[in-house]
């Protein structure tokens, strides 16, 4: 069948166009590769891993032992981590990004075998927002606080019942009862002290450390002619009427812990008197502010014998 010229121009473009179009839509379809390669990024980005939950740093961020390394996560919009436990096994997913990762989801797998202590001594005080000291039996614990552990009441000096559990770092307390307050009347009627020494530093809100020289008498029995001059030692006194009146004292390698305090052995005045360069820390009594006070400076100061650690009742440089 004869086609005429026009008939065969118009096929001819319409030829042309098809074939355009599928070459567009070739260009423009993506590749198998492109495609898997685009979801493996995307799975790369999510993470998922098991590990121990430590604990809540903030509201915004917890720690997490994954495979041995103790890392910080920050939540993700949403996330409650108010009932896991410390210690507790857990599933995690989550997203690398820069700064830290960012947790998206959290399950607890096994509950931690948690052993609580239940103990009884005296409430030092506050060391900073998030820990305490206690002392028991002669020995000083330093313990943090848990999150609903209540401390705002306790009072410093008094006799607390106090349970706890051990830590990742430090034991932490659970709960703490006063079970006797201290006597006020009693600190009252203690002798006013009077010493000077070099201010070291503010320990926390409520305490301070000094170092000071002092010449102390030595008690019935006790010897100090094994001991070179400048040598560490451990050493107990008691306040006496004149100056204080060393109990115990010898010679060790690395400063000693608990109800004994640790030295330097400056040096013999007499036979019946030594000298002793030491650290103490003291509580701040009321009103009394260091805020003028720069570290390492020389200061006087005043002070009773209080329930936990001496109490300063005056302080001020010279």
Known sequence: MAVDKKTGVIFLVLLITILLAGFTAAGCRPEADDIETGMEDEQEISIQAEGKYVGQIDIQSVEIDVEGNTKAFGLAEGMDVSDIKGGA??????????????????????????????????????????????????????????????????????????????????????????????????????EIIEGEGVFIGQIDSQSLELSRSRAFALAEGVSVDDIADGAKIAFTYTEGTDRPVLDYIEEVESPPEGAVMPGRFVGQIDSHSVEIEYEQAFSLGEGVGIESIEEGSKVVFKYQEGPARPVLISISSF
């Open 89 to 190: 096994r857990v599933s995690v997913t989550y997203l690398e990004q820069e700064g830290r990762p960012l947790l998206k989801a959290i399950e607890v797998i096994e509950e931690p075998v948690e052993e609580v202590f239940q103990d009884e001594g005296i409430y030092v005080g506050r060391i900073d927002s998030r820990s305490v000291e206690i002392e028991v039996d002669g020995e000083f614990m330093v313990l943090a606080i848990e999150w609903e552990a209540e401390v705002e009441g306790l009072i410093d000096g008094s006799i607390i019942a106090f349970t706890y559990r051990e830590g990742e770092h430090r034991p932490v307390l659970l709960s703490a009862e006063i079970i006797e307050e201290p006597d006020h009347e009693e600190a009252d009627k203690n």
